[in-house]
């Protein structure tokens, strides 16, 4: 029997409140376990979210995942964790260091750290549970984690039918895995039952707040709106962490995209040689009609460069997913960042702008996946949609996502019978005053259609040129373009509270940290108004957001405030009302953090 060593601090059962942090060794199967528990507390009703940190080999080195459940229905980061598993000696003294006072300690009986007063510990004989039955030896190291799933779920009441239903989904049902991984679980539940007095006071306990939702990642959701936004070129080289994004859209396409009659696929997914022949096979495939995309991270979009400027300067659609990680360089390839922003909202070398759409949402990760390709071909340019590891590869709530509810936009595209009724075609003319000029496919059965697509100057009917004018004027019409482009993007989410001075600015992954933190500054007596940006070039909205307020804290994961410095380029005239909160160490945003900055700011 454990007991606690000190009483605990609470006097009140802390119930569907707290975070719960899994250390493991990468490689261990500890994944399916951690997601067992996820899923079964969604199921419960208990809104949660799980956050997965794990390292860039393969497999040996710590890994670690934090399950947070939240009655009010919060979703961020949080700085306190209150129960801790510790099943990694490599780890564990600094892991429950972390702890929260007041905290639980379950852990593997073998591991050696020295206690803490304020902690209540449960010790685990993990040696004994996996002896008891006969397991082959090479699942001993998976089942383990099993034993972690009972011993919690004993412990702060898990429902054990919510946990099997968990397992039959991850092993679909299959009798043999789901009997193996359940019978772990039922003998470490009932040895925690029979051996263990609770002496903490965390409970989970069934809500009706998840009913109608979902849980999925926001990969998965890009490649599904990818497959519904029509694509038909995928072309890609594999990089973590995009490669799912690729992973999903492989996965849907056969069911989704087949020809009804002949079976034939209507789509072809290339993996190229590198990320530079992947991107110049979206232009050759945006050139000739195809929605095409590719899916990448930071140092692919440094290869992308070349490429991208020629989209833009060619005016060529394509649709390309950045999933930022942390840089510079190699950087922590598998930790969260927003990094990206200021590089490829103008890559390319020379006077080039690229169009860039933030998702906040599981639903805007859908909603991005397919619109997308609207924009590139309504404004005949390649479109950035920059997620992260946090959005990308954790698994959120969503509600059900909405199907499409209008038809494919391709823009300004001419047939053979409209070229007929133009007597002075240009392929880069601007004849409605928007900036977007016309275009046409190859294949199209008339006289005028052809045109050379080139990245060097050129002048409105797609010749070759040097002359000044002609390149002055094209540059002006691309400026004209991205000024058109403000009225077609996603506008920012404005969330004004009534009476605030003081004005939020934030987008992506942020936005959980930030709707929690508004809360938090509320009660602390500083009402707060907040624009969430979702797409450059940024809507006149920004500026409007930014003049009714006499300060505004521009919130971002990045070190050096990145789309500050944006907002500062494009608005010069009310920068200084503007202050950068950056914050960039690979983990989540916490809305604990950034009301703490924002208050020592203000004050």
């Known amino acids: 029997m454990v007991t606690p060593t000190s009483e605990p601090l609470h006097q009140q059962p802390i119930i569907n409140d707290f975070s719960i942090h899994i250390a493991t060794t990468n490689g261990s199967g500890s994944q399916t376990a951690n997601g067992v528990i996820l899923r079964a507390l969604f199921k419960m009703g208990i809104p949660v979210s799980g956050k997965n940190m794990f390292p860039s080999n393969i497999k040996g080195l710590p890994t670690w995942y934090t ?26 003294i600094e892991d429950h260091q972390q702890l929260a006072t007041g905290g639980v300690c379950i852990y593997d009986d073998r591991l050696r750290f020295e206690r803490r007063e304020d902690v209540t510990y449960y010790a685990l ?38 946990i099997e239903a968990a397992i039959q989904h991850h092993f679909k049902g299959k009798p043999k895995p789901v009997a193996l991984n359940m019978g772990m679980v039922n003998r470490a539940f009932q040895w925690t039952s029979e051996t263990i007095n609770k002496a903490d006071l965390y409970y989970a306990e069934p809500m009706n707040a998840t009913e109608g939702r979902l849980m999925i990642d926001g990969n998965s959701a890009a490649g599904l709106g990818t497959v519904y936004g029509g694509v038909s070129v995928v072309a890609w080289y594999p990089i973590t962490p995009s490669t799912s994004i690729i992973d999903a859209v ?27 022949a992947a991107i110049g096979m979206l232009m050759g495939a945006g050139w000739a009609g195809g929605r095409a995309l590719t899916a990448t991270s930071g140092a692919g979009i440094a290869l992308m460069a070349e490429f991208a400027g020629l989209g833009y ?42 169009v860039c759409l933030f998702p906040a949402s599981m639903a805007e990760c859908f909603e991005f996946g397919w619109a997308a390709f609207d924009f590139a071909e309504q404004l005949q340019t390649p479109v ?27 823009g300004k595209v001419l047939n053979a019978e409209q070229l007929s009724a133009i007597q002075d075609y240009g392929r880069y003319r601007d004849v409605d005053g928007d900036g977007i000029a016309y275009r046409t496919l190859p ?27 002609d390149w002055q004027n094209n540059l002006k019409r691309l400026h004209k373009k991205f000024e058109t482009a403000k009225t077609v993007l996603p506008a920012p989410i404005v969330e004004r509270h009534d ?22 500054l509320t009660d602390q007596g500083l009402p707060t108004s907040y624009l969430r940006l979702r797409a450059l070039p940024m809507s006149d909205m920004v500026e409007q957001f930014i003049d009714q307020h006499e300060q505004v804290y521009v919130i971002e994961h990045n070190f050096n405030g990145q789309l500050h410095q944006i907002l500062n380029m494009e608005l010069s005239h009310v920068a200084t009302k503007l202050q950068s909160v950056a914050h960039c160490d690979g983990l989540p945003l916490t809305a604990a953090w950034l009301t703490q900055r924002i208050l020592q700011s203000f004050r």
């Open 67 to 92: 399950i947070r459940l939240s009655k009010a229905g919060y979703v961020a980061r949080r700085d306190n964790i209150e129960i801790l598993i510790a099943m990694n000696q490599k780890s564990v």
């Open 125 to 162: 004989p993990v040696k004994q549970l996996l002896s008891e039955e006969k397991i082959p030896r090479e699942l001993k190291n998976y089942l383990v984690n099993m034993i972690y799933v009972g011993a919690l779920a004993q412990l702060i009441g898990i429902d054990l039918s919510q």
């Open 250 to 276: 492989k996965s849907y396409l056969p069911r989704l995209r087949q020809d009804p009659e002949s079976g034939q696929a209507t789509y072809a997914v290339i993996q190229a040689e590198d990320e530079l």
């Open 313 to 354: 300067f060619a005016e060529i659609p394509a649709v390309i997913w950045d999933v930022m990680r942390m840089g510079p360089s190699t950087g922590l390839p598998t930790r969260t960042s927003q990094g990206d922003v200021l590089f490829t909202y103008t890559l390319g070398h020379g006077d080039t702008k690229q």
């Open 384 to 410: 950035f949609v920059l997620s992260d590891i946090d959005l990308g590869m954790n698994q959120w709530m969503t509600p059900p996502f909405e199907y499409p509810d209008k038809p494919m936009n391709r």
């Open 443 to 469: 294949e199209t059965n008339h006289p005028s259609a052809a045109f050379v697509t080139r990245g060097v100057g050129h002048n409105p009917y797609a010749a070759y040129s040097e002359r000044p004018d």
């Open 499 to 520: 009476g605030a001075t003081v004005g939020l600015i934030a987008y992506g992954s942020s936005d959980p940290a930030v709707v929690e933190a508004r809360d938090q």
